[in-house]
């Protein structure tokens, strides 16, 4: 059987916490700043973590 490959977009969207939940990044901070108050930009700076129902998936594209 052939190995299963790393989804190359997934692996550098997302990463492994020690407990193993999975981290992302928060959209909507890249361009229309102006609108956007200071602390919904700030709060769009932090990380997320992936939601429960969307994590089997994830971690499929991980090679988990």
């Given amino acids: ?3 299963v490959k790393t989804n190359s ?3 550098k969207r997302f990463s492994v916490t020690g407990s ?3 981290k ?3 959209a ?3 361009h229309i700043l102006t609108k ?3 602390v ?3 709060n769009l700076t932090k990380d997320g973590m992936v939601h429960a129902s969307d994590a089997a998936g994830v ?3 991980l090679g988990m």
Wanted: proline fraction near 4%; hydrophobic fraction near 25%; avoid cysteine.
């Fill in 20 to 22: 193993g939940k999975i």
């Fill in 28 to 30: 909507f901070k890249r």
């Fill in 59 to 61: 971690k499929f594209l």
């Fill in 40 to 42: 919904r930009k700030r």
């Fill in 1 to 3: 059987m052939p190995k």
């Fill in 9 to 11: 977009s997934a692996k």
């Fill in 36 to 38: 956007k108050s200071k």
């Fill in 24 to 26: 992302r990044k928060h």
